[in-house]
């Protein structure tokens, strides 16, 4: 049987209660949101057994980001990206300020990856771009913004289209894998139409798939790869891959994976994709084999929900026999060893963000 991997911290944590503010951060807008609130809920009573005050806030608004930092607690579980700034505008049409950075220029420390690695891996065409700059295997690609038409391209059939910025397989239905021309024009409009996004496509990778959850060592710089099958029922033309339906419906299966060669290509892959993102503390890396069995990366998932049921967690239990107390715990102390060094940062007051937080609008993403 394998021993646990939890940081020293939670282990402390398993023992006694600490001292300690921690919030968690959401919000009620589903577009914003990455978070359920199941899990909401869950986290809620893992951490209450262990820290003596946690809270939860949600953020729908710029203000309300303005009083989650006047709180000033000392990690801050962050389950959403950005909001818009100006809530008097269609969400596509205001700025954005992400958490992530604004909670660090106020001397908050928070879970998970900083805006760089937020950006691109929100972003599928940019991770593709990293992914084959550092000399990744990633299927070839092309990206057809909402005011242009489909150029001509050399990418052989079938391809498989998707919108760039959205997650829990919204925009992938039977109609994302095409075989001809028309069948890409009419995916491609249907998307620019119904979700108002940028739409990817690349050439269809036709092996397993799979999702390599990755945990930051405590105090370490080495990285804890954790692999998954993930299968799904085929569809009506006999293709199987992770559609809006079949996660709603909560169809797919996940195993484990016993192939050890196999196993090491994966882990190998995800590791230098997580470093090549500029991720940090946990996430999960969706992976892909092509017609040989060769892993190809797909795309990144640095703000996974954090369900007891979900996949990051099956990572987890099925590699390592973490329970998922013991995994809400290692994550929340590879934030709180920030904490410390950002505590001194903290402004005397809280100000309008300046440029850097912002994203020019318009930004169709979720």
């Known amino acids: 049987m394998k021993v646990p991997f939890v940081t020293a911290h939670a282990q402390n944590a398993r023992l006694r209660k600490i001292d300690m503010h921690i919030e968690i951060v959401t919000s009620n807008n589903p577009r914003l949101n990455d978070l359920p609130e199941d899990a909401r809920q869950t986290i809620l009573t893992v951490l209450r057994k ?210 050890a060669v196999l196993r090491k290509a994966l882990n190998t892959l995800a590791i230098r994709a997580f470093k090549t993102l500029r991720a940090r503390d946990y996430g999960r890396i969706d992976l892909r084999l092509d017609s040989f069995g060769v892993p190809h990366f797909i795309e990144a998932n640095l703000m996974p929900g954090l369900s007891d049921h979900g996949y990051l967690s099956r990572c987890f239990a099925l590699n390592e026999s973490i329970t998922y107390e013991e995994m809400i715990l290692s994550i929340v102390d590879l934030g709180l060893q920030r904490a410390s060094a950002t505590l001194s940062k903290i402004p005397a007051s809280i100000p309008t963000p300046p440029e850097e937080f912002l994203i020019p609008s318009p930004l169709a993403t979720d």
Request: glycine share 6%; charged share 25%; aromatic share 6%.
């Open 50 to 259: 262990h820290y003596t005050r946690v809270g939860v806030t949600i953020v729908d608004s710029f203000s309300d980001l303005e009083k989650l930092a006047a709180k000033q607690p000392g990690l801050v579980v962050l389950g959403m990206g950005l909001i818009p700034l100006d809530s008097s505008k269609n969400y596509d049409d205001s700025p954005k300020v992400w958490l992530s950075t604004y909670l660090e220029d106020h001397g908050i420390a928070h879970t998970g990856s900083s805006i760089d690695a937020l950006v691109l891996q929100r972003n599928k065409n940019d991770a593709k771009r990293e992914m084959l700059h550092a000399g990744l295997r990633t299927a070839a690609y092309f990206v057809v913004r909402i005011d242009q038409v489909v150029p001509q391209h050399s990418l052989r059939f079938p391809l498989f289209v998707k919108p760039t910025n959205r997650g829990d397989g919204k925009g992938i239905d039977e109609r994302s894998l095409v075989y001809s021309e028309p069948e890409l024009v009419a995916k491609i409009t249907s998307i620019h139409r119904e979700c108002g996004s940028d739409v990817l496509v690349e050439e269809y990778l036709p092996g397993r798939e799979f999702s390599v959850g990755i945990l930051q060592r405590s105090n370490a710089n080495d990285l804890l790869a954790m692999p998954i099958e993930i299968t799904t029922p085929a569809d009506e033309k006999g293709n199987s891959f992770l559609s809006e339906a079949v996660k709603k419906a909560d169809l797919e299966k996940a195993s484990a994976v016993s192939d």
